[in-house]
């Protein structure tokens, strides 16, 4: 079973600060890679994708993937309280549609 | 565009009854997750439906568990008998194959199954 994992937290930061979350993946073939924000009790909601080593910015969001470290981040500048959930990074496995999520980090942004 | 539509929102049952969860994934993707989603487990994959057809059913943990997707706009995950430590949220998500934006995977709201 490919695993991903995560840091499963609580991370808390003050507002106006960089949110650091990481994610580890066993998976050498993996091509996909995503995080989703899961609100307590609502579903996923993918905010980033990944397919390249580097960095790739979305507003105040982002993602750096290293394949060579199986490693992929996101950073989260200015947080604000409404970025308060849980982040879940996914991995696609192989060659194939499916991803592997880990279990999630949960960060609280304190005003 | 609506996004994925699941029915019904929340399901509280007795052990042992049948339970049928629906989801409409979103128009034009072509396929389609079953995921449940605990605490103890996090999100796992339970099955997933490429052009209607099943790819991979590793995840479903019994033959209590059975999926359907009679066509590209519906599909279906019963759970006969149900049991207490089937209670989680059941998540459907669907993708598309087109695109430069593959693997990306769009959840529906979630059906909360409490079985009692």
């Known amino acids: 079973q490919k695993e991903v994992e995560q840091n499963s937290g609580p991370l808390s930061v003050p507002e106006g600060a960089i949110a650091s979350l990481n994610c580890t993946y066993s998976d050498r073939v993996s091509q996909s890679f995503f995080w989703y924000r899961q609100y307590s009790g609502k579903s996923p909601e993918l905010i980033m994708s990944i397919y390249s080593n580097g960095d790739k910015e979305d507003g105040r969001f982002t993602a750096q993937l290293n394949k060579a470290s199986q490693y992929v981040s996101l950073l989260i500048r200015d947080s604000q309280p409404s970025d308060s959930a849980t982040y879940l990074c996914?991995?696609?496995?192989?060659?194939?549609?499916?991803?592997?999520f880990g279990k999630g980090t949960k960060l609280t942004v304190n005003p | 565009d609506a996004g994925v539509i699941q029915s019904p929102r929340h399901e509280v049952t007795e052990m042992g009854q049948e339970v049928t969860l629906r989801c409409k994934p979103i128009s034009g993707h072509d396929y389609l997750f079953w995921y449940r989603q605990t605490m103890m487990r996090g999100l796992e994959l339970l099955i997933y439906?490429?052009?209607?057809?099943?790819?991979?059913d590793s995840g479903m943990p019994e033959d209590r568990f059975s999926a359907k997707m009679p066509n590209a706009s519906f599909s279906t995950l019963k759970i006969q008998p149900s049991e207490p430590r089937d209670s989680a949220v059941y998540f459907c998500?669907?993708?598309?194959?087109?695109?430069?934006?593959?693997?990306?995977?769009?959840f529906g709201p979630g059906t909360r199954l409490t079985v009692l």
């Open positions: 439906f490429n052009n209607n057809v099943p790819i991979d």
């Open positions: 998500a669907s993708s598309s194959s087109g695109g430069i934006s593959y693997n990306e995977q769009f």
């Open positions: 996914a991995v696609s496995q192989g060659g194939s549609e499916k991803l592997v």
